[in-house]
């Protein structure tokens, strides 16, 4: 087993080489080859590099797309400090995508990420306060208004919707019809959107809200 999960790791497959490790250990928890291992293994996880293979697990450069494994690098880079993949993770974790989907871990780790400046961050967990499983609408204003701020420009749309409608805002049209001219005048182009990391399943029921409240849906 020792010898397999050396091979992964100078294979560049921490995740895989790890994952062998604990199996065995949960067999024979005190074996000192294994510890010893696991220790070397958890030190030498990085949060740029573990970040860059998350990205390339994520989207199948190099290699085979592995959304699983992606998510154990997302995750890795994050306890590690890294701010994107704190988003990434919670985006993960929202979609239920490669790691079992939990709307509180989510908000967790957008709300670290967002407290370290992350405006795709602010803007997500705004989302989840207004779309989560344990949404606070009342929490949402601060932060989209940050991300706006910063110039994040989903978070236009969003505002424009929480004016229009007084949905963890005051109803107010004017500044409503403000922003969605900002979103005009600051138009979202395909490449720019394929860049952006947030949860689809949140911004998929905005979206459908969106167009109830302006009548823009089929």
Do not use: C
């Not at 790791?9 to 074996?31: F, G, M, R, T, W």
């Not at 070397?40 to 293979?53: G, H, R, V």
């Not at 236009?156 to 963890?168: F, N």
């Amino acid at each position: 087993i020792a010898e397999n999960a050396r091979e992964k790791y100078k294979a560049d497959e921490q995740d895989l080489a790890l994952q062998e490790i604990n199996a065995a250990l949960l067999q024979i928890p005190d074996h000192k080859n294994l510890l010893s291992l696991k220790q070397t293994l958890e030190a030498s996880f990085n949060p740029n590099s573990s970040y860059a293979k998350a990205e390339k697990l994520y989207r199948g450069v190099g290699g085979p797309q592995n959304r699983a494994r992606a998510a154990f690098y997302y995750k890795k880079a994050a306890e590690l400090g890294h701010i994107q993949a704190m988003n990434d993770i919670g985006v993960a974790y929202a979609d239920g995508d490669g790691i079992r989907r939990d709307d509180k871990q989510a908000m967790e780790w957008f709300k670290k990420s967002a407290k370290l400046g992350n405006s795709e961050a602010m803007y997500n967990l705004a989302l989840g306060y207004l779309f989560s499983d344990v949404r606070n609408t009342d929490k949402a204003l601060p932060w989209v208004t940050q991300a706006a701020e910063k110039e994040y420009r989903p978070a236009y749309m969003l505002i424009g919707w929480m004016t229009t409608t007084g949905t963890g805002a005051s109803a107010n049209r004017v500044k409503a019809i403000r922003w969605d001219l900002k979103g005009m005048v600051n138009p979202i182009s395909s490449v720019l959107h394929s860049q952006y990391r947030i949860p689809k399943k949140w911004q998929d029921d905005f979206i459908n809200q969106y167009k109830k409240a302006t009548n823009t849906g089929p």
